[in-house]
């Protein structure tokens, strides 16, 4: 007989409303405390079942996933990225269009974009003069966004990937506030918030089918950028993806692209002037391993200790820090009844601070993840690019790109986060720093 789900204690009618808008992290917290690896509680009329443990995170990603689709994210998010946005589809079409895309997004497809990378990064650090002060988020957010615009677009114009990047901006500021609010305003009513994203919308869908009737009508090379590769995927019938499939497709892949990057790169500079010692190791790999000269994609294998600088930053602030499906049966959960209704949520945040898992989680410790301790971790116990069958498609991409661009700015800058200030997360749709100010100095 299923046991019945622990519940959070909590007023009625309202539930946990008010923390889930303002507090969210403090109430995902409470909730893993007070309730264990599975709690319930509830936001106005939606029960959320928040998963705590890799084995019960393994039943709902992965064992009874084929009993969770749709709900709360994905409604938040359908407006932005549309109906055949791969990360939104019903499971049925996810499958099915997972499984044309996927070759795109392999290590050895995504590695030719590592010149690129390195090539944007070198011109942004040249940008910056010695003592130079600068927002560290919006610099990273800027070089990430030009990276992306090349690599998914092949946009050479930076205005125009900056253009793309600040009406995405308005879309995912738009996502946030449909979580936030459960019942929100209609996007038909003609408020200053729901003009502002049909403008935004209008000029990224706009922009897109340009770009996409231009390649089909010049006939561009499969292997030019993302957008190139994507129009040359076929299923096995031999159809293609429409220009739609390949605009909303396209509008998350950049979105998803410069957002996870930047931000965690931002939280990486900010971590490091908080251990200064893990500053000093990682600079001393880098310039050992790369003598002076601009890393390559090959180099990659020879910086182990920047990828564990980047998994451990992504273990303490996950840009993708929550995430689910709503439950469309009744279905049992590590021995607990889930009640068809309720939305399974997994917060990679309070995943990542199990004691269980990383003792003494607060600690920042890159070491966590050589490759002798990362393997002894369970499976689903890390999960920065979520899990089964809608992990993430672009983590080779990220795994390329993240560590490329922070062992370029190691190398040739020291960012040195000015002392005074109170940076804390910023729960959005992703989980982004506050302001970070800092002093940048080139190194000889």
């Not at 049925?92 to 590695?111: C, G, L």
């Amino acid at each position: 007989m299923p046991k019945a789900l622990p519940r959070l204690q909590e007023p009625p009618l309202i539930g946990s409303l008010r923390s889930f808008r303002n507090e969210r992290l403090e109430l995902f917290n409470r909730v893993r405390r007070e309730c264990g690896e599975l709690g319930l509680f509830r936001v106005g009329p939606l029960s959320i079942m928040l998963v705590n443990s890799s084995r019960a995170l393994q039943e709902v990603t992965s064992l009874h996933a084929d009993a969770f689709e749709g709900g709360l994210a994905v409604n938040a998010l359908l407006p932005i990225f549309g109906r055949y946005s791969l990360v939104l589809l019903p499971n049925k079409e996810h499958r099915t269009y997972r499984k044309i895309m996927a070759p795109t997004f392999q290590p050895r497809r995504v590695s030719m974009f590592a010149e690129p990378m390195v090539k944007a990064t070198l011109e942004a650090q040249a940008r910056w003069t010695d003592g130079q002060e600068i927002d560290v988020g919006q610099e990273m957010l800027r070089l990430t966004m030009r990276i992306v615009g090349k690599t998914l677009l092949g946009l050479e114009v930076l205005d125009e990937a900056d253009d793309f990047g600040a009406a995405l901006t308005t879309c995912l500021e738009y996502s946030n506030h449909l979580v936030a609010n459960i019942v929100p305003v209609p996007l038909w009513l003609p408020t200053k918030r729901n003009r502002e994203l049909k403008k935004a919308l209008a000029f990224i869908r706009g922009m897109l089918m340009e770009k996409l009737s231009s390649r089909r009508h010049a006939g561009c090379p499969a292997t030019q950028d993302f957008a190139s590769m994507l129009m040359g995927v076929r299923g096995e019938d031999g159809q293609g993806l429409s220009d739609e499939q390949l605009r909303d497709n396209l509008i998350f892949i950049f979105s998803a692209g410069y957002e996870t990057s930047a931000n965690t790169l931002a939280w990486t500079w900010y971590l490091l002037s908080k251990h200064p010692e893990v500053y000093e190791r990682l600079r001393k790999e880098v310039d050992e391993v790369l003598q002076g000269r601009a890393p390559t994609y090959e180099d990659l294998a020879s910086l182990p200790y920047v990828h564990q600088v980047v998994k451990e930053v992504m273990r303490i602030y996950p840009v993708a820090y929550f995430f689910g499906r709503e439950a469309r049966r009744d279905v049992e959960i590590d021995g607990y009844q889930v009640p068809k209704g309720t939305f399974a949520a997994v917060c990679p945040y309070t995943l990542h601070r199990n004691p269980e898992y990383f003792p003494d989680p607060e600690r920042f410790d890159p070491d966590r993840f050589a490759p002798e301790q990362e393997s002894k971790l369970p499976k689903y116990a890390y999960l920065p690019f979520g899990a089964g069958v809608h992990a993430c498609l672009g983590v080779h991409f990220f795994m390329i790109e993240a560590p490329l661009l922070l062992a370029t700015l190691v190398q040739r800058v020291h960012i040195d986060v000015l002392p005074g200030q109170t940076v804390k997360p910023v729960v959005e749709v992703t989980l982004r720093p506050s302001r970070i100010l800092a002093r940048v100095h080139h190194r000889s």
